[in-house]
């Protein structure tokens, strides 16, 4: 069973930054389609970034500027390089995945397109 696994949340101060990491075991991430979603307590899951296998981007239009999204085939894992960050943008935060998908250029940040999911890391931004 493909299990996602995400690092790299904690506590930081607004305008600061925060890596996020996912990984998961028995795959190669190139081969998938890997999206970060988040949620906050009486809200809907929402998407925030996504990677293609062909490194297609996707971003949530509020945070195009200051989030990325990266991946170390090396290390078989994606990143989201959050910057400038906001108290909105507090949240439990999770990585979902699907795959394989080969050579496909695009990718969505719906999470009824992932299959898989990661138990999530808490992101908190204090004003």
């Known amino acids: 069973q493909l299990q996602p696994v995400e690092s790299g949340g904690g506590l930081v101060h607004s305008g600061g930054s925060l890596r996020l990491s996912c990984t998961a075991s028995g795959i190669s991430l190139e081969d998938y389609t890997v999206g970060w979603f988040r949620q906050v307590p009486g809200k809907e899951r929402e998407g925030v970034a996504c990677?293609?296998?062909?490194?297609?981007?996707n971003f949530k239009d509020s945070v195009k500027g200051g989030f990325t999204i990266s991946r170390d085939d090396v290390a078989n894992t994606v990143y989201l390089h959050m910057n400038t960050l906001k108290p909105e943008d507090t949240g439990v935060y999770f990585c979902a995945m699907e795959g394989p998908i080969l050579r496909v250029g695009r990718c969505f940040i719906s999470d009824s397109v992932y299959k898989h999911w990661g138990q999530g890391t808490q992101v908190t931004v204090s004003s």
């Open positions: 990677l293609s296998s062909s490194s297609g981007k």
